[in-house]
């Protein structure tokens, strides 16, 4: 006598291939949107007043419906090839002007701490997003107001 599992797929066969098929889809557009977002170039750049960090704003707007958003990516110039990236944030509160102390290097509302490798984020209004958990590589506070 089959088991009740066994009956189961056998009735569903089809209709699991396809919500596999799909999971399988969906999942290589979401790393293929996610891996063309990380790359995209600057839409503006600045470099902090000491010369090391370039600070980066990178809009997104071309993807999905992510009109509107971007992310900054600051570099390293001693160390290149690290990259840091905070959330999503809305462009509409962006101001690139750049800041720097012993601590931070950032720009109106974003900070990042050099030392503990982390954003503070003081944007009024900010908004986490969900695909915040692919962009951002590096850990943010958002500081409310």
Known sequence: MPGFSSLFVGKHRKGIRRAV?????????????????????ASSTVVSPSGRYILENVRVGRILTLGGMAYLRV??????????????????????????????????WIYFNRDKK????????????????FISNTPYVHIEN
């Open 75 to 108: 570099i390293d110039r001693q160390n290149p090839q690290e990259v840091y990236r905070t959330p999503l944030y809305d462009t509409q509160s962006l101001d690139m002007r750049v800041t720097e102390d012993d601590e931070t290097v950032g720009i109106a």
């Open 21 to 41: 098929v799909l999971l399988v889809a969906l999942s290589v557009l979401l790393f293929s949107v996610v891996s063309t977002m990380k790359n995209y170039p």
């Open 118 to 133: 982390t954003f503070d984020i003081a944007m009024p209004q900010w908004e986490s997003h969900w695909l915040n958990m």
